[in-house]
C-alpha cells in the first residue's frame, strides 16, 4: 500500500466527506414527492376548484396521482440513469408549472416574460437539479435494488389503478358537469375551462 492511499484515508477519517448520502430509494421517494407537491400546484389548485365540494374525491384523486408519481420515479431509481433522469425531470416539470401558471398553455397570443421564466426555472428547476446531483445516492446490488423498487412501486401502481379503474367515471362525470356550467350549459361547446 502506497503512502498516498494511506495518506488519503487517514484524511478522510478526519475530514467526512461533505456530501450527505442517501439511498436510492429515499431520493426516488422524495424527488417524486417535490414533483407531486410543488411543480404541480396549478393542477391541485384546479383540482380543489373543481372538487372541493367533493372531499372523497378529490383524496382519492389526489391519493391515485401521489402513487403514480412515486411509481415513475422508483421505477427509473437505477444507478447511471437516475440522476440525469431526475434533474431532466424536474426540470421539465419546473417549465411545465411555469407556463400553466402564467395561462402560456391556454393563452396562445400571450408573450414570454424571460425574466420571470428563468427566475422560476433556477428556484423550481435548476436548485432542485443541482442539489440532486451533489448529493451521494447510495445503491444496493442489483437483485436488492429490484426487489426494493417491486416492493414499493407494485403496491402502488394496484392503489392508483384500484381507484381509476373504481373512480373514472365518476371523475369523468364531475368534469363533464363543471364543462357544462362553464360554459353556460352548451355541452356541445365545451372544451376547457375557460380562464380569465
Not at 103 to 111: C, L, T
Not at 124 to 132: V, W
Not at 141 to 145: A, G, T
Not at 168 to 174: D, E, G, N, S, V
Given at each position: 500500500m502506497s503512502f498516498r492511499s494511506v495518506q488519503g484515508r487517514s484524511a478522510q477519517r478526519r475530514f467526512p466527506a461533505a456530501r450527505p448520502a442517501f439511498g436510492s430509494l429515499t431520493v426516488s421517494l422524495a424527488t417524486g414527492l417535490y414533483l407531486f407537491l410543488v411543480t404541480s400546484r396549478d393542477f391541485w389548485m384546479e383540482s380543489w376548484a373543481?372538487?372541493?365540494?367533493?372531499?372523497?374525491?378529490?383524496?382519492?384523486?389526489?391519493?391515485?396521482?401521489?402513487c403514480?408519481?412515486?411509481?415513475?420515479?422508483v421505477a427509473v431509481s437505477w444507478k447511471r440513469v437516475m440522476k440525469?433522469?431526475?434533474a431532466a425531470l424536474l426540470l421539465l416539470a419546473a417549465a411545465a408549472a411555469w407556463f400553466m401558471d402564467e395561462?402560456?398553455?391556454?393563452?396562445?397570443?400571450?408573450?414570454v416574460q424571460p425574466l420571470s421564466l428563468a427566475v422560476h426555472m433556477l428556484v423550481?428547476?435548476?436548485?432542485?437539479?443541482?442539489?440532486?446531483l451533489w448529493v451521494k445516492v447510495v445503491h444496493r446490488?442489483?437483485?436488492?435494488?429490484l426487489r426494493g423498487n417491486l416492493a414499493i412501486a407494485v403496491p402502488m401502481?394496484?392503489?392508483?389503478?384500484?381507484i381509476a379503474l373504481t373512480h373514472?367515471?365518476?371523475?369523468?362525470?364531475?368534469v363533464e358537469e363543471d364543462l357544462k356550467l362553464a360554459d353556460g350549459g352548451n355541452a356541445a361547446g365545451a372544451s376547457i375551462i375557460r380562464r380569465p
Open positions: 373543481l372538487l372541493g365540494a367533493r372531499p372523497g374525491t378529490l383524496a382519492l384523486v389526489t391519493g391515485g396521482f401521489l403514480l408519481f412515486i411509481v415513475t420515479c440525469p433522469l431526475f395561462d402560456g398553455v391556454f393563452r396562445p397570443q400571450a408573450s423550481f428547476g435548476g436548485l432542485p437539479a443541482a442539489l440532486l446490488p442489483f437483485f436488492w435494488q401502481l394496484a392503489v392508483a389503478l384500484a373514472a367515471t365518476k371523475y369523468a362525470l364531475i
